[in-house]
């Protein structure tokens, strides 16, 4: 029998349910001061993908989520639920800030997170609605979107 945390009857290894909270921690207290921790909760080859960036390595990721500080202002991430497996974990998760030229967000979306056998994360990939929280909130490129959107829905849009 295997050792380690059950969840949703689920049995993740110590080491990964260990670097899986300690990822989920990494992002809910995302700041300037806290990006030095990458280092230690990843593989050097990580790779990073959400709908405006795929970086692949240490030093990519750092740059995406330190354009992501940058860009943001009262920035918060609140994991709200965590789906581990051996191979991938899927986190979902609540994104509120202030972003320069956007205003302010509150986006919902998930996470697959695959990690490595120690634990430190190899692969994390968001899965996010950018159009309905950027592209249809753009001066020039809302207005378009909006009409082809609601010309494509069956439902009127709320």
Known sequence: MMAG??????IMDEA???????WATFFETLSHDTLDRLTALTVPEVRFRDPFNDAHGRDAVRAALLHTLNGCRDLRFTVTHRLPADDLAILRWRFEATVTGIGRMDVIGTSEVRQAPDGRVAEHVDHWDSG??????????GAPLRLIRRRLGAAPPR
């Open 5 to 10: 945390n059950m969840t949703a009857g689920i």
């Open 16 to 22: 990964r349910a260990r670097g899986l909270d300690a």
């Open 132 to 141: 309905e929280h950027i592209y249809l909130r753009l001066p020039l490129l």
